[in-house]
């Protein structure tokens, strides 16, 4: 019986050959169960040509599949055996036959470019794209099937692996070039990636062993990379769509210590993804930097000045009006800062007052958008933020006073319904101020008391609130009048006995009573 079973696949071998017209008979003879086979790299080379120099997507289809049937029924040694007898030699072309074979079926699904800096084609660009996808995802698989199987082929592995790999992620996105089927076949094609090397998963596959440096334990990141770089940069990045976002994928997987090597490669696309005018690809960008902030070694971001190439590239997105935008770039700025400099609220009190330095920059501007800022996504956002500059200024931060008490006082007096984020953020950081710069926040405490008073009363008074917000914002502002109270020594007790309560509801008084119960 496998006797029978080998002359069937010999004879289909020879067929599949002669359809191809690669069969090394003349084309008049008829297929025989026993071919002489061509030297696979000779073959290999023919199947490329013939996958670029397809004319219709039926032929180019009718070739894939013939493709992937080779590699089902082939013997491996035949697939993966050398021919030179200079094994060194012959490994080197067998891998550069099938990385070519293997990037002319990438060539058969490759997504059309762009004809200017757009970013962008209709959905109707992309319409044969999902199908001729599935193809390639299947022929790779069966070919990545047949390396895991075969075993002793980490080299053969090592050279298509980059390849597949940025082909997986291009089509197993959610994107307007792939469907439901293909982005299936795609992650598929990456889980059978995944096993015929027999990584982990995706950082180690890009990453590898970072302990050891035997070719097994080898991540594929670096080809990766090579195969992105001449679509990264600057002139010609935006002419495809999944680019950015493959690019994207593989940093974001990429931790401590594989990324710092590779970081002259990782770092200048980042920066040209955050210098785009589209909110969604400066947002990308800014992600990117600050994956590469987070996972990098402060020496070797401050190395040739790149972090301070980052400061500037966020800085100037401070001007920009996207909510969101400068939401992300205020958290980057926040873990970038500590590379460039030490937190103001580590130094000791003499060295923070005397010298300004960029958390001053940033919060200053910060604190002055806040002041004149009226759309409510905005203040939300850096209402969200303050707490956190007050944090990492601590009495540095009184060299901003004027500027947060106006702040503090504007941003108290506006409803933010239903949730009262930026008043809540406010009153956070009204009190993480108070608690670091107590002694210059007690010549405010009148001007502060007011506002919280009435503050008070009006979310006491306020139904359209529901009860767990207006007894947090209660709660809140009841502690702050507490630091203050504490900060100006018990002088606002006498202030507190003498607040008309027929104007106050039952819930303003019993906060007033517990505040002067507790000190």
Not at 407 to 418: A, C, I, K, M, Q
């Amino acid at each position: 019986m496998e006797t029978q079973r080998a002359t069937d696949l010999s004879l289909e071998l020879s067929s599949l050959l002669h359809d191809l017209h690669l069969c090394p008979s003349s084309s008049s003879e008829k297929p025989r169960p026993s071919p002489t086979l061509p030297p696979i790299t000779e073959l290999l080379s023919q199947l490329q040509k013939k996958l670029i120099g397809a004319s219709s997507d039926s032929k180019r289809s009718s070739l894939i599949g013939h493709v992937e049937r080779l590699f089902q029924i082939a013997d491996a040694h035949w697939l993966f055996s050398p021919n030179s007898a200079n094994q060194d030699d012959g490994w080197a072309e067998l891998q550069g036959a099938y990385s070519s074979l293997v990037s002319a079926l990438v060539g058969c699904a490759a997504l059309p470019l762009c004809e200017d800096d757009s970013g962008s084609l209709p959905a109707a660009a992309y319409q044969s794209v999902p199908a001729r996808a599935e193809g390639v995802c299947s022929a790779l698989t069966v070919l990545l099937g047949a390396l895991g199987n075969g075993g002793g082929h980490t080299g053969l592995l090592l050279a298509v692996a980059p390849s597949v790999c940025v082909f997986a992620v291009t089509h197993f996105q959610d994107q307007v070039w792939t469907s439901s089927s293909s982005r299936v076949a795609a992650q598929s094609l990456q889980e059978a990636l995944l096993r015929a090397g027999g990584w982990r998963d995706s950082p180690h596959l890009l990453m590898g062993d970072t302990s050891e440096e035997e070719e097994e334990n080898r991540g594929i990141l670096g080809g990766v990379l090579d195969d992105l770089q001449p679509q990264l940069s600057k002139g010609s990045w935006q002419r495809c769509e999944a680019v950015k976002l493959v690019y994207a994928w593989t940093l974001l997987q990429v931790t401590r210590p594989s990324l710092s090597p590779h970081l002259p490669r990782l770092l200048p696309p980042s920066l040209l993804l955050s210098d785009h005018y589209r909110p969604e690809n400066c947002m990308l960008g800014v992600r990117c930097l600050r994956h590469i902030v987070l996972h990098t070694p402060a020496a070797d971001l401050r190395q040739f000045n790149r972090a301070e190439v980052i400061y500037q590239a966020l800085f100037k997105h401070l001007y920009t009006t996207e909510a969101a935008v400068i939401q992300s770039v205020l958290s980057c700025l926040l873990d970038l800062l500590v590379v460039l400099e030490k937190p103001p609220s580590s130094l000791a009190p003499s060295s923070a007052r005397r010298k300004s330095c960029r958390h001053d920059d940033v919060l200053r501007l910060v604190l002055t958008h806040m002041e004149a800022e009226h759309k409510v996504a905005l203040r939300r956002v850096y209402a969200s933020a303050l707490p956190l500059f007050v944090d990492r200024m601590g009495v540095a931060v009184c060299r901003h006073l004027r500027q947060v008490e106006r702040v503090v006082l504007g941003y108290l007096e506006v409803r933010d319904p239903p949730e009262e984020t930026s008043r809540l953020k406010i009153l956070e950081a009204l009190q993480k101020t108070t608690r670091a710069a107590w002694p210059r926040v007690a010549c405010r405490v009148d001007v502060l008391l007011r506002c919280l008073l009435k503050l008070l009363l009006d979310v006491s008074s306020d139904r359209l609130l529901c009860d767990s917000v207006r007894q947090e914002l209660m709660n809140q502002t009841c502690l702050c009048i507490k630091l203050l109270d504490g900060c100006s020594h018990g002088k606002l007790q006498p202030l507190l006995q003498q607040v008309d309560s027929s104007c106050c509801s039952s819930e303003m008084l019993c906060c007033l009573a517990t505040v002067m119960t507790e000190q």
